[in-house]
């Protein structure tokens, strides 16, 4: 009878140490990807650099068509950078038009993103940063939706770094799928939030300014990192890498890049008359004029009209928060027209508004100085837009790229998917692959700019 239970007790310890080892091995493997992930969120030592994918062949919405021979050799790269064939956009747009391409639907996005390690694997975020000087300059975003998570979300993709902060503002009149969507998005991310006061949003009114003005108190609250904040439209795509937006805002050294429209150009009516937002949480929503004549603009300040988009610095965003004068021209800008399109560049144009002490501000006349925040495209003269024009404004298309990627902007505005969804994925390659592979970095236009701090 002993020899029996010593052989059973023997393998029985043998399954014991088999499940042990099994279970370490798992358990092991299992904490070490955890670990990954965690430290990804945490710049770490080495940065390596692989420079493998030719992400500029053939985009994803052109290949997964089954052509006949026409869209063999279409490539992001002919697509972006032209070469006189115009055949090349000819067979483009007809594979596009034949096959038009799907999108997500709003109402997804919370089961898309349940499994978040999944989600953002899949989606392909860089969650581990590129380089030693990206992390060590950390950028603020605020992101200004109303719907449209996918774009949005592809947006976001384009810019993402783990150091850097993100901070959406969804309009309160967003259908209720956007919000859940986007919070589930949000949560997915340690670094993306959305904003902790949301507003109705009017188009032109005083609402759109509070909307950022949110996410810019937000953002000093969350977080003291930051050196620069960005704003950017829900359709806007950026031009540049990160590594290359943090080369040229050190260029910047603490001065902010905001447009400055000044003399003549000035649309006077827009705050010498009383405006309103009426059925703000209805569609009838908008602004109005009362009728009524503003009071004069406070502290003697000179008004300068310029974009809803700039490159703030810190420092700026620090001091329109607290500044008395600044706070003081905030309330009385809430019974005016599009006061979005002047709060900023009134503050940062100190020509005739010395007495502001707006931190990086400009000292010179205003309309005489490049701006390079968001660029867009006006309709007018023999401008050629390829896309579709919108409200004055050209939705960019597969046709407009290989002029658009030379400018020196940071941002371009519009792309809209539903307008031309193989603009933007080619748009996306040239990001990702310029991420990835950093050509060298020509920075003399940025340091030549007039208004930037002049290191010493
Ligand atoms: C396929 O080929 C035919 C003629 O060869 C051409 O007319 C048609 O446009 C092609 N289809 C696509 C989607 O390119
Ligand atoms: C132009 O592009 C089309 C489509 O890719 C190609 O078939 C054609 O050979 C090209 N023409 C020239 C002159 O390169
Ligand atoms: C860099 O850009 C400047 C103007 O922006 C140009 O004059 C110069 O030739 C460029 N340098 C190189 C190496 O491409």
């Known amino acids: 009878m002993k020899f029996p239970v010593r052989r059973l007790r023997r393998r029985c310890s043998w399954l014991l140490m088999t499940l042990l080892s099994a279970y370490l091995v798992f358990y092991l493997h299992y904490s070490f990807t955890v670990y990954t992930y965690q430290s990804v969120l945490l710049p770490s030592k080495s940065f ?8 500029l062949s053939k985009p994803r919405l052109v290949s997964e068509q089954k052509q006949n021979g026409s869209g063999e050799h279409i490539t992001c790269q002919q697509i972006l950078f032209g070469s006189g064939n115009e055949t090349v956009y000819e067979v483009a747009r007809e594979i596009m038009a034949a096959h038009p391409a799907t999108y997500i639907d709003d109402g997804q996005f919370v089961e898309l993103t ?3 390690v999944d989600f953002r694997r899949r989606r392909g975020y860089h969650l581990s940063p590129l380089d030693q000087e990206e992390v060590e300059f950390s950028i603020a975003y605020n992101i200004i939706m109303y719907r449209h998570i996918e774009q949005v979300e592809r947006l976001l993709r384009a810019i993402y770094r783990p150091q850097n902060m993100y901070c959406i503002h969804i309009d309160l009149n967003s259908p209720a799928e956007v919000h859940a969507g986007m919070m589930a998005l949000a949560r997915c991310f ?4 959305i ?27 969350q977080d003291d990192r930051w050196r620069y904040l960005i704003n950017v439209a829900g359709e806007a795509f950026p031009l540049r890498t990160n590594a290359e937006i943090v080369k040229i805002l050190k260029i910047y050294n603490g001065a902010n890049d905001i447009e400055g429209i000044y003399g003549k150009r000035i649309i006077r009516s827009r705050f010498e008359r009383e405006y309103e937002e009426v059925n703000v949480k209805s569609p009838k929503r908008k602004l109005r004029q009362t009728g009524q004549k503003n009071p004069p603009i406070p502290h003697h300040i000179d008004f300068v009209r310029g974009s ?3 490159i703030f610095s810190r420092a700026f965003v620090e001091f329109l928060l607290t500044d008395t004068k600044a706070k003081d021209l905030l309330q009385w800008s809430r019974k005016t027209f599009s006061p979005d399109e002047f709060y900023w560049s009134t503050l940062h144009h100190t020509y005739r508004n010395p007495h502001l002490h707006t931190p990086g501000a400009y000292s010179g006349i205003p309309d005489e100085k490049p701006w390079l925040a968001s660029y867009a495209m006006w309709r007018g003269g023999k401008t050629v837009c390829f896309g579709k024009w919108l409200r004055g404004v050209c939705v960019y298309g597969i046709g407009d790229l290989p ?7 940071l941002f371009a505005n519009k792309f809209l998917l539903d307008v031309d969804p193989l603009a933007y994925e080619c748009m996306e390659a040239l990001i990702e692959q310029r991420s990835i592979c950093p050509p060298p970095f020509n920075d003399t236009y940025y340091r030549n700019l007039p208004f930037i701090i002049k290191q010493s």
């Open 195 to 221: 904003a902790s006061k949301l507003e109705y949003v009017v188009y032109a009114g005083f609402s759109r300014l509070q909307a950022d003005i949110n996410c810019m108190s937000d953002h000093v609250k």
């Open 48 to 55: 390596p650099v692989t420079c493998k994918a030719d992400l």
């Open 190 to 193: 340690p670094n993306v939030f």
């Open 308 to 310: 809803a988009y700039g």
């Open 403 to 409: 002029e658009l990627i030379k400018n020196k902007y």
């Open 114 to 116: 349940a499994d978040c």
